[in-house]
C-alpha cells in the first residue's frame, strides 16, 4: 500500500507517469469514466478549502467512483475531542482511498500508522501540498512543453507557503532549474530548504526583494498568497500582505511566454486585469488539478485502465 505525503515519495518516474496519465485521461476521458466503479474517496477537510477538495471529488466522481467526507472539523468528532489517527481508521472502515487536510505538519504521517487504507497529504499547515505540486507540475509541462531548463520565480510568501516548499523540492529533482525568490525579509524561504535541497543538489538560486528587477528573467513567476491564518500577529500580517501585487504594468517588463502560475486562493497579489493576459496560468492549473488526481487515485488504488 502506498501513501501519498510528500512530493519526495514520488521518483521523478512516477512524477512524469503521473503527467502522462493526466494527459491521456484530457484526451480520452471516456476511457477512464468506470475505472473506480464501486471504489470511495473520503476527503477529510480539518481546514478549509475550495479547490483541492472539490477536485479530489470530481476526480473521483468522473472516475466512476463514490465521494464522502466532511469539509470542517467541526462537523466531525474531532469537535469532541477525537484524535485525527482513530477518526481516520474509522473512515478506513468506509472507504479505499482518503484525501486529508490538517493544520498539524505531519499529521497525515501520524493518521497512517493505524490504517489499511491509502492517504494522501492534501496540504499539512506550512508543511506540503504534494497534490498541488502535480497539478502546477502537469500545468508546468502543457504551457511549456517541459519540467527542465527552466528559470522559475517565487514571489511572496515563501516561508509559510507550503506550495512553494512541496514544487521547489519537486523541480530541484529536474536538471537546468534555477529559482529566483522575492520575498520580504521576514517571509524568506526557509532554511531547511536552502540547506536540505537548493545547496545539497548544487542548485543555483536567488534571493530578492523587488519582483521587477527580475521579472525579465523568468520562465515561469510563481504567486503567493500571504496567509493570514499562518501569523501569529495580526500587525504582521497587515503590514506585509500587500507588499507584491502583480498587474498589467509590471508584466509589461516579463517575457512574451512568461506563465503566471498561483495556487489560489488569492487576495490582492494578482490584479484581477491580469487574467486577461494569455500568461495567466492559474485557473488552468485549477482544472489541471482535477485530472493529475485522477491519474493519483488510480495510481494508489492500483487501477489499471
Ligand atoms: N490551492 C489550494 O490548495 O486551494 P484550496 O485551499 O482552495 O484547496
Same mark, same amino acid.
Given at each position: 500500500?502506498? @501513501?501519498?505525503?510528500? $512530493?519526495?515519495?514520488?521518483?521523478?518516474?512516477?512524477?512524469? *507517469?503521473?503527467?502522462?496519465?493526466?494527459?491521456?485521461?484530457?484526451?480520452?476521458?471516456?476511457?477512464?469514466?468506470?475505472?473506480?466503479?464501486?471504489?470511495?474517496?473520503?476527503?477529510?477537510?480539518?481546514?478549509?478549502?475550495?479547490?483541492?477538495?472539490? #477536485?479530489?471529488?470530481?476526480?473521483?466522481?468522473?472516475?466512476?467512483?463514490? $465521494?464522502?467526507?466532511?469539509? !470542517?472539523?467541526?462537523?466531525? !468528532?474531532?469537535?469532541?475531542? +477525537?484524535?485525527?489517527?482513530?477518526?481516520?481508521?474509522?473512515?478506513?472502515?468506509?472507504?479505499?482511498?482518503?484525501?486529508?487536510? @490538517?493544520?498539524?505538519?505531519?499529521?497525515?504521517?501520524?493518521?497512517?500508522?493505524?490504517?489499511?487504507?491509502? $492517504?494522501?497529504?492534501?496540504?499539512?499547515?506550512?508543511?506540503? @501540498?504534494?497534490?498541488?505540486?502535480?497539478?502546477?507540475?502537469?500545468?508546468?509541462?502543457?504551457?511549456?512543453?517541459?519540467?527542465?531548463?527552466?528559470?522559475?520565480?517565487?514571489?511572496?510568501?515563501?516561508?509559510?507557503?507550503?506550495?512553494?516548499?512541496?514544487?521547489?523540492?519537486?523541480?530541484?529533482?529536474?536538471?537546468?532549474?534555477?529559482?529566483?525568490?522575492?520575498?520580504?525579509? *521576514?517571509?524568506?524561504?526557509?532554511?531547511?530548504?536552502?540547506?536540505?535541497?537548493?545547496?545539497?543538489?548544487?542548485? =543555483?538560486?536567488?534571493? +530578492?526583494?523587488?519582483?521587477?528587477?527580475?521579472?525579465?528573467?523568468?520562465?515561469?513567476?510563481?504567486?503567493?498568497?500571504?496567509?493570514?491564518?499562518?501569523?501569529? /500577529?495580526?500587525?504582521?500580517?497587515?503590514?506585509?500582505?500587500?507588499?507584491?501585487?502583480?498587474? /498589467?504594468?509590471?508584466? +509589461?517588463?516579463?517575457? #512574451?511566454?512568461?506563465?503566471?502560475?498561483?495556487?489560489?486562493?488569492?487576495?490582492?497579489?494578482?490584479?484581477? +486585469?491580469?487574467?486577461?493576459? =494569455?500568461?495567466?496560468?492559474?485557473?488552468?492549473?485549477?482544472?489541471?488539478?482535477?485530472?493529475?488526481?485522477?491519474?493519483?487515485?488510480?495510481?494508489?488504488?492500483?487501477?489499471?485502465?
Amino acid at each position: 500500500m502506498r @501513501h501519498l505525503f510528500d $512530493i519526495v515519495d514520488l521518483s521523478v518516474e512516477e512524477i512524469d *507517469e503521473l503527467i502522462s496519465v493526466a494527459e491521456d485521461i484530457i484526451e480520452n476521458p471516456d476511457k477512464y469514466a468506470n475505472a473506480c466503479n464501486r471504489k470511495k474517496l473520503a476527503t477529510l477537510f480539518f481546514e478549509p478549502s475550495t479547490r483541492t477538495r472539490l #477536485s479530489f471529488e470530481a476526480a473521483m466522481l468522473e472516475l466512476g467512483g463514490s $465521494i464522502l467526507g466532511f469539509s !470542517s472539523a467541526d462537523s466531525s !468528532s474531532a469537535a469532541k475531542g +477525537e484524535s485525527v489517527t482513530d477518526t481516520v481508521r474509522t473512515v478506513g472502515c468506509y472507504a479505499d482511498i482518503i484525501a486529508m487536510r @490538517h493544520p498539524k505538519e505531519g499529521a497525515p504521517v501520524a493518521a497512517a500508522r493505524r490504517t489499511t487504507v491509502p $492517504i494522501i497529504n492534501a496540504g499539512d499547515g506550512g508543511h506540503n @501540498h504534494p497534490t498541488q505540486t502535480l497539478a502546477d507540475l502537469l500545468t508546468i509541462h502543457r504551457e511549456k512543453g517541459r519540467t527542465d531548463n527552466l528559470t522559475v520565480g517565487f514571489c511572496g510568501d515563501l516561508k509559510f507557503g507550503r506550495t512553494v516548499h512541496s514544487l521547489v523540492n519537486a523541480l530541484s529533482r529536474y536538471s537546468g532549474i534555477k529559482f529566483v525568490f522575492v520575498s520580504p525579509d *521576514e517571509l524568506k524561504i526557509p532554511d531547511y530548504i536552502k540547506e536540505g535541497v537548493l545547496k545539497q543538489g548544487n542548485i =543555483p538560486y536567488t534571493e +530578492e526583494n523587488r519582483l521587477e528587477g527580475v521579472i525579465d528573467k523568468l520562465d515561469i513567476l510563481y504567486m503567493t498568497r500571504v496567509q493570514r491564518e499562518r501569523f501569529f /500577529n495580526e500587525a504582521d500580517y497587515i503590514r506585509l500582505r500587500d507588499c507584491y501585487i502583480l498587474d /498589467n504594468k509590471k508584466l +509589461e517588463k516579463a517575457n #512574451s511566454d512568461l506563465i503566471v502560475m498561483h495556487p489560489l486562493p488569492r487576495v490582492n497579489e494578482i490584479a484581477v +486585469e491580469v487574467d486577461d493576459d =494569455p500568461r495567466a496560468c492559474y485557473f488552468k492549473q485549477v482544472l489541471n488539478g482535477k485530472y493529475i488526481r485522477m491519474a493519483l487515485i488510480l495510481k494508489l488504488l492500483g487501477v489499471k485502465v
